[in-house]
């Protein structure tokens, strides 16, 4: 006895190839495509076999797997994982336990899952082999492109790096004095750009107030705006006592926004910066202060100013930038190693891996001769020669407060300047951005048709046989493009003669069932017009209206099981009569189902005689519970079948169908399926 199986995937290829092959076995096939077409498929019948994608179980699928098997304790049930929904490679181990059958999908691998001998190499290659990375077209002719301007571009920035200077002594002098100079204008623009910072901060409505108040809340939501703006790192609020009510500070390594803050201490009270605010001091450059803190999370470069309150002075900012944080972005942007030393040798912060001081009498003579010359210092670090750059570090009112040291390496190979390279690079890059546009508009005019094909294919594959292409140029990719548009041709002409056929069979059915049951051709015609009417007003998609024609016009095909004495009985029926024609539901199933054709029709011939409150055969379902295809037509079956005369009966007048159906909304009708008709079909 060939077994039943129900094959549940989401991919109509897949479903198709399981088909295919259990059909070649002689089994017993039906396919869906979701659970809820699986659950209305198994109150039918409860096959001997299901086959299911993991993925229509939902995210946690794994979790679910054990209550799926209890619950068809009866059942084979084999898990399958072929849709072109992506799982995590976490779970791939859930894939091994539960055996997951996966790509390729073979009769031997098929006979494996069934017989449960698939191995843990079996499911982890597939899943290897399926997550291998293709590569488009266009990407595999752009790619030489790519390769041949990137050495070009190495070649030609050598040549240009061993020929534009003169010598390697000269082109290391020249780079290491440029450095210096980057250097010395990089912390000057570092010192206009905190000083800009204060201005907003000491400058934003409302602060005076807040400080003056000392509502930290406020000025919170005054000041963390401006630091994320800015890229402030460091902002402190000291009151008029020298206490600090506000600071905040970002978060080293953290994102742009991450900010902590915290309130009281009295460090800065005693720090020169602060008293010359609160002393209200000015220099020749103004009221602002600039100077070096070292608080308790390290050594600081900060800007002070007043912040006043008509006037009045109420407190003192400070922003501020951490010495490791400077050095860092100097050595970013000059591509030295740099070092700051305070006025005892002692390094205050380093891009070097290991801190070496320098003594105090270099400092001195540094200091002395920074007006007629720069200071050349060799260190040694990690086996490396170094040659250090070293010069004060001026701030406000040409004041300074530590040492910069800039160094290189001796075997430093040259760099141009910031300039040149940058001309060479804007240079190279519109040559590479060129042989790339290029390269890629050809690649694309080549690939660009074979993609439509392949998109055309999945559409084809998936059942969408309307596709068509344009036929590009004369070349081989036109000649595929052509046969396959000749192909689609075909297909469409043999789909088309074959629903005309399968519909020409349906009809055939139908007549002779009127033949039996009374004359009732014409009615079957007449519900079938009045149900596609409906469905379509209420918005039912186009692609379920074949679906509810079918269904409409075989909706009594279950009676040819039911005998003459009854199905043609004049009179009234017996209760024992009664239950041998509630079956022809059921029976109109078995005719139908091995039907794969009418599938998706079986809803109308089954449910039609279920009620809205449950009270009605075969099942007894209830409320929305009834598929909505069912539920429209049981409200044109019995409109008609009512309004239509019967041997055993003569025809009821249009008002009192009509009445009927009133008086059935919410026992035997679906309420607003009755309302829609009245709305829509009934003359007030």
């Not at 055939?508 to 009127?514: F, I, K, N, P, Y």
């Not at 009270?615 to 008609?640: H, M, N």
Request: proline fraction near 4%; glycine fraction near 6%.
């Amino acid at each position: 006895m060939n077994r039943s199986i129900l094959i549940i995937q989401p991919d109509k290829y897949t479903s198709t190839e399981l088909s295919r092959i259990l059909n070649g076995w002689g089994e017993e096939v039906q396919t869906v495509f979701s659970l809820k077409d699986a659950s209305r498929q198994l109150r039918i019948s409860l096959p001997d076999l299901i086959l299911i994608d993991v993925t229509l179980l939902g995210s946690k699928w794994s979790k679910s797997i054990p209550l799926l098997l209890e619950k068809f304790q009866r059942t084979t049930v084999i898990l399958t994982y072929f849709s072109k929904a992506g799982l995590p490679k976490s779970y791939f181990s859930d894939l091994v336990k539960w055996k997951v059958l996966t790509h390729p999908l073979t009769p031997e691998r098929l006979t494996l899952a069934l017989e449960d001998k698939l191995t843990d190499i079996d499911i982890l290659e597939s899943l290897q082999k399926k997550a291998r990375l293709t590569y488009p077209i266009r990407f595999q002719i752009s790619l030489p492109y790519l390769v041949l301007s990137l050495i070009f571009t190495l070649a030609v920035t050598y040549i240009t790096t061993r020929i534009v200077f003169d010598s390697a002594e000269e082109r290391f002098a020249n780079q290491l004095v440029e450095v210096g100079k980057l250097s010395s204008e990089w912390m000057v623009l570092e010192e206009d750009q905190l000083l800009e910072s204060l201005r907003l901060v000491t400058n934003t409505v409302g602060l005076a107030d807040a400080v003056t108040t000392e509502d930290i809340d406020l000025i919170h939501r005054l000041v963390y705006p401006l630091a994320v703006n800015s890229q402030v790192e460091n902002i402190e609020i000291i009151n008029a006592n020298g206490s600090t009510i506000y600071s905040l500070r970002h978060r080293t390594g953290s994102t742009i926004e991450d900010y902590q803050y915290s309130t009281g201490g009295e460090f800065f009270s005693d720090t020169a910066l602060v008293r010359l605010i609160l002393g209200e001091n000015i220099d020749g450059f103004g009221d602002k202060f600039a100077g070096l803190e070292n608080p308790p999370w390290g050594q600081t470069f900060y800007i002070a100013g007043p912040i006043l309150n008509q006037d009045k002075l109420v407190g003192t900012a400070l922003v501020g930038m951490s010495l490791p944080s400077l050095v860092q972005e100097l050595r970013e942007t000059t591509l030295a190693q740099t070092t700051i030393y305070d006025f005892e040798g002692t390094i205050l912060a380093t891009t070097f891996l290991e801190n070496q001081n320098i003594p105090s009498d270099l400092v001195s003579q540094v200091l002395a001769t920074q007006d007629e010359s720069s200071f050349l210092n060799t260190k040694f670090v990690a086996d490396l020669t170094y040659t250090e750059l070293l010069g004060p570090w001026e701030v406000r009112n040409d004041r300074d407060i530590g040492l910069i040291g800039a160094s290189l390496p001796q075997t430093f190979l040259v760099h141009t300047s910031w300039i040149t390279r940058t001309q060479i690079f804007i240079a190279l890059g519109a040559f590479i951005s060129l042989i790339l546009i290029i390269g890629y508009r050809l690649a694309n005019r080549i690939s660009k048709p074979l993609e439509n094909l392949a998109k055309a294919s999945e559409e084809v594959a998936s059942g969408n046989y309307l596709v068509a292409l344009d036929t590009p140029g004369t070349n081989e990719v036109a000649t595929l493009t052509n046969s396959f548009n000749q192909m689609l041709k075909s297909l469409k002409l043999s789909q088309s003669e074959l629903v005309e056929a399968y519909d020409n069979s349906l009809e055939g059915w139908s007549r002779a069932l009127s033949l039996r049951d009374h004359n009732t051709d014409r009615h079957s015609k007449r519900v079938v017009e009045l149900t596609l009417k409906m469905a379509e007003m209420m918005g039912i998609s186009d692609a379920e209206h074949e679906s509810m024609r079918r269904g409409a016009l075989l909706h009594d095909i279950g009676k040819v099981g039911i005998p003459d004495n009854i199905l043609r009985k004049t009179g009234p029926l017996t209760e024992e009569e009664w239950t041998i024609m509630r079956k022809h539901p059921l029976y109109a199933v078995e005719l139908l189902k091995p039907v794969s054709f009418l599938k998706e029709s079986l809803e109308i011939p089954l449910y039609h005689h279920e009620k809205w409150d449950g009270t009605g055969y075969p099942y007894g379902l209830k409320g929305e519970d009834i598929p909505l295809s069912a539920r429209i037509f049981a409200v044109a079956d019995v409109f008609d079948a009512l309004a239509s005369s019967r041997p055993y009966r003569q025809a009821w007048t249009r008002e009192e169908a009509l009445k009927y159906l009133f008086e059935n909304r919410g026992t035997h009708f679906d309420p607003n399926i009755v309302d829609f008709f009245f709305k829509h079909f009934v003359d007030d």
